[in-house]
T-cell receptor, first 113, second 116 residues
């Protein structure tokens, strides 16, 4: 079974731009969660989508948004990029039922210049 | 909001020594999961604990979940160089309905280095 696929792997942007990251979950998984990982803040939960609906949300500003398609693939968008948005963005998928482990992709390394 | 504290932040051991990392939540958890992230890699699921007081073993790794379901620990016996990485605990908060969904709160992680 193929794992979680995230594209692109690396991205360089400048302040004020916007970016879209993509995540393809494991086949059959209906839940996709997004996390931001930085050396200072660790792994922080952004949001979770299940069956095309946002089911949970973290404490990030509205510049961070996401969506999920009918095939469970998910995209995350960050608008008006700031230097502090430089991070590794990780996507994780799970079947979506309670108390199940999450399977992470390799992440997208976003650098803001 | 829910907070998960993990200590220590760093641990340096000689190969063959034991290692323990501790995790404490500000709220009662539905379950706790442990992940390992190798340098340059992504978090990989190790185990999940659900029951109060639960203890699970995986070879040299022993995981415990506290009676109050607010704390947990991971103990590695006789570390090896392959154990190097960051170990994260991650908790799912027990909501009013008693079920949990995909909002994991991660601890800061413990970075383990093993000297041969």
């Amino acid at each position: 079974k193929a794992g979680v696929t995230q594209t692109p792997r690396y991205l360089i942007k400048t302040r004020g731009q916007q970016v879209t990251l993509s995540c393809s979950p494991i086949s059959g998984h209906r839940s996709v969660s997004w996390y931001q990982q930085t050396p200072g803040q660790g792994l922080q939960f952004l949001f979770e989508y299940f069956s095309e609906t946002q089911r949970n949300k973290g404490n990030f500003p509205g510049r961070f948004s996401g969506r999920q398609f009918s095939n469970s693939r998910s995209e995350m968008n960050v608008s008006t990029l700031e230097l502090g948005d430089s991070a590794l963005y990780l996507c994780a998928s799970s079947p979506g039922q309670p108390n199940q482990p999450q399977h992470f992709g390799d992440g997208t390394r976003l650098s803001i210049l | 909001g829910q907070q998960v504290m993990q200590i220590p932040q760093y641990q340096h051991v000689q190969e063959g020594e034991d290692f323990t990392t501790y995790c404490n939540s500000s709220t009662t958890l539905s379950n706790i999961q442990w992940y390992k992230q190798r340098p340059g890699g992504h978090p990989v699921f190790l185990i999940q604990l659900v029951k109060s007081g639960e203890v699970k073993k995986q070879k040299r790794l022993t995981f415990q979940f506290g009676e109050a379901k607010k704390n947990s620990s991971l103990h590695i016996t006789a570390t090896q160089t392959t154990d190097v990485g960051t170990y994260f605990c991650a908790g799912l908060e027990a909501n009013a309905g008693g079920t949990s969904y995909g909002k994991l709160t991660f601890g800061q992680g413990t970075i383990l280095t093993v000297h041969p």
